[in-house]
């Protein structure tokens, strides 16, 4: 099994899903602009691409950027996690994407939302995005910053967490209109 037939049908879409879920760690109003775009095709390039067929799973390296309409991921490693075909289901199409982890100089956009951290992880059962490791959610000039950063998307909602051994605490900054 390669990428392109993991990319096909249902693990496309929950993978777009997954995208458009990364970047609203912030802003819940974008959930209902980027499910429209569900099926807009997903764009992914990196320096190298893994597929570990007995891992169920595609790693792209370096340099990765992934888009998909005005969401894009940039970081250093991308893996993308799928379940298996189901029994009955054609060999060449995927089970759905189960979880997608960014690691290192996470960045995700849309138009001027930005989010960072140094790990992103998208759990599509639970619906959840973190990003972690210096994370960071600014919209125009309004931030806020914890070490971690949870999103429930059906929930839409935020939580934002210090690790409780570091000093420090939560940081936002908003401005007003």
């Known amino acids: 099994m390669n990428f392109f037939s993991i990319a ?3 693990a496309r879409r929950t993978l777009a899903a997954a995208l458009a879920a990364a970047m609203l760690t912030a802003s819940g109003a974008a959930l209902a602009k980027e499910k429209a775009k569900e099926d807009a095709p ?4 990196a320096d190298r691409m893994v597929s570990q067929e007995n ?3 595609v790693v792209f390296i370096g340099n990765v950027d ?3 309409g005005k969401v894009t991921i940039r970081t250093d490693e991308m893996t993308v996690s799928y379940d298996q075909s189901s029994p009955g289901q054609p ?3 995927s089970g759905k994407v189960k979880k997608l ?3 290192g100089n996470v960045q995700v956009t849309q138009e001027d939302w930005l989010g960072t951290g140094e790990r992103m992880d998208y759990y599509a059962d639970e619906r959840k995005v ?3 490791g210096n994370a960071k959610a600014s919209e125009g000039q309004n931030m806020v910053s914890s070490d971690t950063i949870t999103y429930y998307l059906d929930e839409k909602r935020s939580v934002f967490e210090q690790d409780k051994t570091k000093q420090g605490r939560v940081k936002a900054v908003i401005q007003q209109k």
């Open 8 to 10: 096909s049908c249902s």
């Open 42 to 45: 997903i764009n992914i390039e």
């Open 55 to 57: 891992k169920n799973t």
């Open 66 to 68: 992934a888009s998909q």
């Open 91 to 93: 060999k060449n199409k």
């Open 101 to 103: 982890v960014c690691i």
């Open 130 to 132: 973190v990003l972690s």
